[in-house]
């Protein structure tokens, strides 16, 4: 008689082998170094057995050209790669990386300040990303020069070149020290002046840019008539409200004549003298009264006072004039926008444009 045990000679299924690899990466996980250590290579692969990571700095490893390439670089990528929309993206970079630059001076030679760089490119729509330390590396083979706007042209051609785009932009940001003498007793000190220069190239076409924030005192126009009413009519002493009043002027240079930081400012003083003073004692803020009463000015005036002073220079083409006067009056400031020319143009403004004009001393 023939017995049937059905089921012993049948070979494992999909099913089984799963859960065979199941049990083999449960036990591995839980296994001593030693039963780990005997398992086949073929085993550690199946139960994903990793060598145990090294603690230790390896500071005698060193790079060779094989490791570096082989090194992942993601942001580089394909294509296949991009998140979100694939469209061009307009500025992508860094900002604020700061190192120690030589300007050109007007009239006290050459003078090292810190300065804060922004430096970003355009990125086509196919385009992963940008290696942004490039920006860095590309700029500081220009740092130990002289500043000019030549200088910042040659990095941006480089960075241009190393990041294999079209268009790109350098911003510059510093600090720059003017001696100022007072208005009466011959004393002088250093007045600092935020400034920035930019260099922008869009569809093959560069503009180079200077920001100055200058910083003034308003006296409002008709607070000093009505102080003066009182006096007359009725002997009664009154005092016309000023303010701490701040300017960024915006220019676009043109033509080959250089534009100096100095000269910027002058311009600027010429249009509205009554700049804040640095050094001063009692016959100085005797002067410095005298001359706000001498040039009382609604926000409005100054807007075009400044505008006056920048269409008369040929070495300045298109400008920006934004002007905030921070009442001492009122609760709020009173502000005006003034532009020339199609590369300051904007019908909407930065949320805190007229926030950052707010200087502290």
């Not at 603690?55 to 294509?79: C, E, M």
């Not at 090292?112 to 196919?126: D, F, H, M």
């Not at 005192?217 to 009413?229: N, R, V």
């Amino acid at each position: 008689m023939n017995i049937h045990t059905p089921g012993i000679s049948k070979l494992p299924d999909n099913k089984a082998a799963q859960d065979a690899l199941s049990v083999l990466r449960q036990w591995a996980q839980t296994a001593s170094a030693a039963e780990l250590e005997a398992l086949t290579p073929e085993m550690k692969t199946l139960a994903q057995v990793a060598a145990p990571f090294v603690r230790d700095y390896p500071a005698g490893f060193t790079v060779d050209s094989a490791y570096k390439t082989g090194l992942p670089d993601l942001q580089n990528g394909p294509s296949s790669l991009i998140r979100g929309a694939k469209r061009m993206i307009q500025h992508v970079g860094i900002s604020n990386f700061r190192l120690p630059i030589r300007y050109r001076t007007r009239d006290t030679g050459d003078l090292t300040l810190e300065t804060s760089v922004t430096g970003t490119v355009s990125l086509e729509a196919e385009k992963k990303g940008i290696n942004m330390s490039r920006i860095m590396r590309t700029f500081y083979r220009h740092a130990e020069e002289t500043f000019s706007f030549e200088v910042i042209e040659a990095a941006l051609d480089d960075y241009k070149t190393d990041l294999e785009s079209f268009d790109a932009r350098i911003q510059m940001r510093t600090s720059f020290p003017m001696k100022m003498g007072s208005l009466r007793s011959g004393l002088e000190g250093y007045q600092y002046y935020d400034i920035a220069l930019e260099l922008i190239e869009v569809d093959g076409v560069r503009r180079k840019v200077v920001h100055l924030d200058y910083v003034y005192s308003s006296t409002c126009p008709c607070s000093l008539e009505l102080s003066e009413h009182a006096r007359r009519s009725r002997n009664q002493l009154a005092t016309p409200h000023s303010q701490r009043s701040v300017a960024r002027i915006s220019v676009e240079l043109t033509g080959d004549e250089p534009m100096w930081f100095e000269d910027l400012v002058e311009m600027c003083r010429a249009a509205i003298p009554t700049e804040t003073q640095v050094m001063v004692k009692r016959e100085d803020e005797q002067a410095f009264a005298e001359l706000n009463a001498a040039n009382p000015i609604f926000v409005e005036d100054a807007a075009r006072l400044f505008a006056q002073a920048l269409q008369r220079d040929a070495r300045i083409g298109d400008f920006r004039v934004v002007a905030s006067h921070q009442e001492s009056l009122h609760s709020h400031d009173a502000v005006s926008v003034l532009t020339e020319g199609p590369t300051f143009a904007a019908d909407s403004l930065d949320p805190t444009l007229f926030k950052s004009l707010y200087h502290v001393g």
